[in-house]
T-cell receptor, first 116, second 116 residues
Framework: AQSVTQPDIHITVSEGASLELRCNYSYGATPYLFWYVQSPGQGLQLLLKYFSGDTLVQGIKGFEAEFKRSQSSFNLRKPSVHWSDAAEYFC??????????????FGAGTQVVVTP | KAGVTQTPRYLIKTRGQQVTLSCSPI?????VSWYQQTPGQGLQFLFEYFSETQRNKGNFPGRFSGRQFSNSRSEMNVSTLELGDSALYLCASSLASSGRARNEQFFGPGTRLTVL
């Protein structure tokens, strides 16, 4: 069965420090991978996506993610965190099968706290 | 271009009542997906509509239903509300008509439903 795991429920990082959020997936074929961010009381904003090709993808707000097929991972990184990056981050997987189009499966989310 | 809009933003209902939530996708988007977000279960897929037809359905009881209109606007309905239906209901739209791009979804701000 398809699954998405975000091992870290909560991460605290100092402003200006680097950030890495982990995401592991379980899926037979090459999945479509996404990272979303959710601020309190808001919907989800798409940060970046991976469909195919270059395994290092750049997104908005200075985020990047690397797809590693051998590790079934799609980790999100940011070199220098700003206080405005405090939010909840979700990794999501979309399947390529016709009967799964339009259906995303989400990880449980990682809450990021940024300290001064 | 305006984003995905959802109305109303907040709703308070009592057990046994029914509720209808509305979603207007980004202009030109033809696929609309619905998700339920709760602290305990996280983000769960409800259903997806494309060209006025339900294409995918998640594992929710029949009390949860939806429809899509010819202008791609979508509504979801929950009948006989239960306390456990209290959640943030998110709508997402997608541009493409096929394959992986239907997984690239843009979310609205959500409707916060409270069932008393």
């Amino acid at each position: 069965a398809q699954s998405v795991t975000q091992p870290d429920i909560h991460i605290t990082v100092s402003e200006g420090a680097s950030l890495e959020l982990r995401c592991n997936y379980s899926y037979g074929a090459t999945p479509y991978l996404f990272w979303y961010v959710q601020s309190p009381g808001q919907g989800l904003q798409l940060l970046l996506k991976y469909f195919s090709g270059d395994t290092l993808v750049q997104g908005i707000k200075g985020f990047e993610a690397e797809f590693k097929r051998s590790q079934s991972s799609f980790n999100l990184r940011k070199p220098s965190v700003h206080w405005s990056d405090a939010a909840e981050y979700f990794c999501a997987v979309g399947a390529g099968a016709t009967d799964s189009w339009g259906k995303l499966q989400f990880g449980a989310g990682t809450q990021v706290v940024v300290t001064p | 271009k305006a984003g995905v809009t959802q109305t109303p933003r907040y709703l308070i209902k009592t057990r046994g009542q029914q509720v209808t939530l509305s979603c207007s996708p980004i202009s030109g988007h033809r696929s609309v997906s619905w998700y339920q977000q709760t602290p305990g279960q996280g983000l769960q897929f409800l259903f997806e509509y494309f060209s006025e037809t339900q294409r995918n359905k998640g594992n929710f009881p029949g009390r949860f239903s939806g429809r899509q209109f010819s202008n791609s606007r979508s509504e979801m309905n929950v009948s006989t509300l239960e306390l456990g239906d209290s959640a943030l209901y998110l709508c997402a739209s997608s541009l493409a008509s096929s394959g992986r791009a239907r997984n690239e979804q843009f979310f609205g701000p959500g409707t916060r439903l409270t069932v008393l």
